[in-house]
């Protein structure tokens, strides 16, 4: 007897994006990658979309899309992301979903998310519906049809969320077994509890809600933790023997699993082509079926009921917390990359301080927008979703829902709804689910509430802040240097005045004539020598900034190095990318023909003041200037050197000492130990001409005591 089969991958990306830019900053962790989405995009989502088959002699004889013949969905986050950054990958997970309706009778592989990745059971009822629907309206967008079926975030449930998805008419969700509490039995339809360890997977149940009832698959948990963790995708005979063994001792069952869909290829190595080898295996071996949830539905409706567990507290259950949904509000003991000693009670006041602030800004929001708005203010920020997947401009949405459109008030009504979206970002569930509040993910998830702060800073109360901090003060780092959330946000937070990193970006980069820069676009710009005046707008919220830049003056002695723009000093550049105090070197060093000893001192202050790298050509300039100097006043004579071009010489190799990493110092090492030996032959001890010979070749590295 066939059995059906169907492997679902949960594919998500939390946002990277620092929310002041909309840009993702390089993170060199993700190395050779710019990013982790471009590394895992390669590893993983492109990969999966194009997977190759490999014959006994490592040949390739075939590529194929994965996306074809698994369950999955893709969070909007990531979704979005790939249609900018890999547009021909999002293109093969679009046409695998419409191949998959045609092979499936009009059911697809692809599944809704919630929005952001929020824990839905500890949102209010209000978020959860938000992050439900604006999850839905970003598949519809993508897919181009209703979503039949709906992956929750952390599989995390409590029946409130299931009567909401109710409401919007899902079919079905994916549970882990450990989530049930009880199902009825198969002969007499009495209830049962579902003991732990048990397989409940080979059919579907029935969950009846206040307004309906939906359906749940609980995956298979054997499955689930043998390609998680265990290497199940290290060999894909070794699977399908597994998946046919199953298949035997349960004739005519559903063979089913969900896991991260990142293992296959990302956390696990060449996954993809181990899951193509496998399609194989299940076409040729006439045991097994790959289908979809939709279609097993469609033919096997349900027959059984089940009941939810409660979880602690009654909050609700997930897939990777025993206790429930406690894992993202409170040190229960679940954790991940932790150390000995280690502790997660930053948790509750992590979350406690971001719920004070939500609480706040939907205070705001709905006082503000209720004032210029015609539409009650929720309608405006559920009907944002057009905004959000770019079906409508922000100007033409504004202009929609103003009692009097104008600049001013469209700027206003932007930003209240734009601080609504950080609002829900700064929940994004990484940010309780690893070992420390120091980490990428929390502070991530600050970065966002900074931004809503930010937005909303000329409307809220000036104690809200403080009063964020002081909770956020009682989230202790388990790193003691860390200190708490409060010290950790003030970290995060941005120095430079809003716009002015596009700005910069947009002076540095003028003979590319690059326009957009994230979230921002230029709208002008004019250079006048080392000044430039850029006029940037913000697309999300249409506020223009003008910026008149001042760059470093090439040659100056001064060594606090600054940047002037509208009364702003700046003296030091580490809030800026990467990227840009690169481009920003490059702008100022390209204006010196060359090198004196002034300018290669300069050079090498600029690249302390914008924490750059010093180039090696600059390395070889400086030793090429360094040993024509010394030649000239140095070698072979006992004068001393003119106190200024000793003081040049000096500066160069103490700073060339500080930066370099590898550069040839034979040269002026050579000119050095002449001068030695002159000094050793002729018996000099005292005087400016050893005094100075003396201190360059301790500075250089000439050992002189014999």
């Known amino acids: 007897m066939l059995n059906y089969l169907i492997l679902h991958g949960h594919f998500y990306q939390p946002p990277r994006e620092i929310p002041s830019t909309g840009l993702i900053p390089l993170q060199r962790s993700a190395s050779p990658y710019h990013d982790w989405n471009a590394r895992i995009a390669k590893e993983c989502y492109g990969a999966n979309s194009a997977s190759r088959i490999l014959d006994k002699n490592g040949l390739i004889t075939d590529i194929i899309n994965n996306y074809e013949f698994i369950s999955f969905n893709i969070g909007p986050t990531l979704i979005d992301w790939l249609q900018e950054y890999a547009p021909n990958v999002y293109e093969r997970i679009l046409e695998a979903d419409r191949k998959s309706i045609e092979e499936n009778n009009g059911h697809g592989n692809a599944l809704a998310q919630g929005f952001n990745h929020t824990i839905l059971p500890l949102d209010s009822k209000k978020d959860a519906e938000l992050e439900i629907f604006w999850g839905i309206q970003n598949f519809k967008h993508h897919f181009g049809r209703n979503p039949e079926g709906f992956w929750l975030p952390e599989a995390a449930v409590n029946m409130d969320v299931v009567d909401i998805l109710i409401e919007y008419r899902i079919k079905f969700i994916i549970l882990s077994p450990q989530q049930a509490d009880s199902i009825q039995s198969p002969e007499n339809k009495k209830w049962h509890k579902v003991k732990p360890g048990t397989d409940i997977s080979g059919k579907p149940y029935l969950l009846h809600g206040k307004k309906g009832s939906i359906t749940v698959f609980f995956y298979n948990k054997f499955l689930s933790e043998g390609i998680s963790f265990n290497h199940f995708l290290r060999n894909a005979d070794t699977l399908y023997q597994t998946l046919t063994k199953l298949a035997e001792e349960n004739p005519g069952s559903l063979i089913h699993t969900a896991s991260d869909g990142e293992i296959y290829g990302h956390h696990e190595p060449y996954g993809d082509m181990c899951l193509a080898a496998l399609s194989r295996r299940v076409e040729g071996g006439g045991k097994l079926k790959f289908t979809n949830y939709g279609y097993y539905l469609e033919e096997h409706p349900p027959v059984l009921e089940v009941r939810l567990k409660g979880g602690e507290g009654n909050k609700g259950t997930s897939w990777s917390c025993f206790h429930g949904v406690s894992r993202w509000y409170k040190d229960c003991g679940c954790t991940t990359g932790g150390k000995p000693g280690w502790n997660q009670r930053w948790r509750t006041p992590l979350r406690d301080a971001f719920n004070y602030l939500s609480r706040e800004l939907l205070k705001a929001f709905e006082t503000e927008m209720g004032k210029i708005a015609r539409i009650p203010p929720q309608k405006t920020l559920f009907g944002y979703e057009r905004v959000l997947n770019g079906t409508i401009e922000p100007e033409d949405y504004a202009r929609e829902i103003l009692i009097e459109p104008s600049d001013e008030g469209t700027v206003k009504a932007l930003s209240l709804l734009e601080g609504q979206v950080n609002r829900l970002y700064m929940f994004t569930s990484c940010g309780w689910f690893f070992a420390d509040i120091s980490g990428l993910e929390p502070l991530q998830d600050m970065r966002y509430s900074s931004e809503a702060l930010r937005l909303y800073k000329n409307i809220l109360p000036k104690h809200v802040k403080h009063s964020f901090l002081d909770i956020l003060g009682k989230a202790e780092s388990n790193v003691p240097e860390k200190k708490t959330g409060k010290e950790l946000f003030k970290s995060i937070e941005s120095k430079l005045p809003e716009g002015f990193e596009a700005a910069l970006y947009f002076c540095t980069n003028q003979d590319k004539k690059v326009g957009k820069y994230g979230i921002f676009k230029l709208e002008g710009l004019k250079n006048n020598g080392s000044v430039f005046s850029a006029t940037v707008k913000n697309t999300k919220t249409t506020e223009v900034f003008t910026f008149d830049i001042s760059l470093p003056v090439i040659g100056t002695e001064d060594p606090d190095l600054k940047i002037k723009s509208h009364g702003i000093v700046l003296k030091k550049l580490t809030d ?38 010093v180039p090696k050509y600059i390395n070889g300039d400086t030793i090429t200037l360094i040993s024509t100097l010394l030649k000239e006043n140095l070698e072979n004579r006992e004068a001393a050197i003119p106190d200024s071009v000793y003081a040049d010489i000096r500066e160069m190799i103490r700073l060339s000492n500080h930066y370099t990493i590898d550069f040839d110092r034979t040269i002026p090492q050579n000119i050095l130990m002449e001068n030695l030996k002159n000094i050793k032959k002729k018996g000099i001890t005292t005087g400016p001409f050893y005094r100075q010979t003396m201190e360059l070749c301790s500075i250089m590295g000439i050992y002189t005591e014999s």
């Open 576 to 613: 800026i990318p990467f990227e840009i105090r690169n481009a920003l070197f490059d702008c100022i060093e390209s204006r010196i023909s060359t090198y004196t000893p002034l300018e290669i001192v300069f050079v090498f202050k600029l690249c302390s003041f914008l924490a750059v790298p």
